[in-house]
């Protein structure tokens, strides 16, 4: 039974007026409208709520990716602009490269100018050996079998040699002795390596004699440990039994050394 029944009841038993008991239950009556109209305005509030705690979690999430994206691009942009340093610094190095190779070019097509003669006349040979230009002279034209005494034939080619390298006063140059792998005989010398020492000494007495600067030049042995040829041929030998001249490069032309970076 109804609570506005059960109250109507039990206000006529309790002998209440007429208009009593009607303004009771219409006030019960309108009591209980508020009531199921609040319960309906908190329902509908609950499903605002609900809605704006929902728009919340997505701008949440909106931001979040935002934030995301946002880093990702501003680490994309630095890794850019590190590569793009680099790739410049690399850029920068090859073009230094390439000027050093240019003027190492430039001093070789000088040096062969300058011995074009003796190159035809099968007397010298200007080349690059080991990134190093040098003048190579047989040991053959220069020395007897064996021996460091210059030849008649040898200091005639050594003169107009030294003639030519005088031209280059700020350049320095070692001469270097080489010999096959065959062991000495009738020789006053102990080994192949004395030998080729000698050599290179005499041929740097001669060159100073020519009029060389002492302070541009330098000898040294390399013996048989430095071959262009096979030592199991004589062809080979032959080729292996030289005077080399080397152009020592200056600093500028030597490539850039790595930075300490302890």
């Given at each position: 039974m109804p609570a506005v029944t059960v109250l109507a009841l039990a206000l006529a038993a309790?002998?209440?007026?007429?208009?009593?008991?009607?303004?009771?239950?219409?006030?019960?009556?309108?009591?209980?409208?508020?009531?199921?109209?609040?319960?309906?305005?908190?329902?509908?509030?609950?499903?605002?709520?609900?809605?704006?705690?929902?728009?919340?979690?997505?701008?949440?999430?909106?931001?979040?990716?935002?934030?995301?994206?946002?880093?990702?691009?501003?680490?994309?942009?630095?890794?850019?602009?590190?590569?793009?340093?680099?790739?410049?610094?690399?850029?920068e190095d090859?073009?230094?490269?390439?000027?050093?190779?240019?003027?190492?070019?430039?001093?070789?097509?000088?040096?062969?100018?300058k011995f074009q003669k003796m190159i035809d006349s099968g007397k010298i040979k200007v080349r690059f050996r080991n990134g190093r230009m040098l003048v190579e002279l047989p040991a053959g034209v220069l020395f007897a079998s064996g021996k460091a005494d210059l030849s008649k034939d040898g200091k005639t080619a050594l003169g107009e040699v030294g003639a030519i390298l005088k031209d280059f006063a700020d350049r320095r140059f070692q001469v270097i002795g080489h010999t096959d792998?065959?062991?000495?005989?009738?020789?006053?010398?102990?080994?192949?390596?004395?030998?080729?020492?000698?050599?290179?000494?005499?041929?740097?007495?001669?060159?100073?004699?020519?009029?060389?600067?002492?302070?541009?030049?330098?000898?040294?042995?390399?013996?048989?440990?430095?071959?262009?040829?096979?030592?199991?041929?004589?062809?080979?030998?032959?080729q292996n039994r030289r005077i080399e001249i080397v152009l020592v490069p200056n600093i500028d032309e030597m490539p850039a050394m790595p930075e300490d970076t302890k």
């Open positions: 309790c002998g209440v007026p007429k208009e009593k008991h009607q303004a009771t239950l219409d006030e019960l009556t309108r009591c209980r409208g508020d009531l199921d109209a609040c319960k309906q305005a908190g329902e509908e509030h609950e499903g605002k709520i609900a809605d704006l705690e929902k728009q919340l979690a997505d701008m949440t999430s909106d931001r979040d990716e935002q934030k995301s994206a946002r880093e990702g691009s501003e680490k994309l942009f630095a890794d850019v602009q590190k590569n793009l340093k680099a790739t410049r610094e690399e850029l090859l073009r230094r490269q390439r000027a050093e190779a240019e003027k190492r070019l430039q001093a070789f097509k000088a040096l062969t100018a792998a065959q062991p000495l005989r009738g020789s006053k010398y102990k080994d192949n390596w004395e030998l080729s020492t000698e050599r290179a000494l005499r041929v740097t007495k001669f060159l100073i004699e020519s009029g060389m600067n002492p302070a541009n030049l330098s000898a040294a042995g390399a013996g048989e440990f430095d071959p262009v040829g096979d030592n199991g041929s004589e062809d080979g030998r032959q």
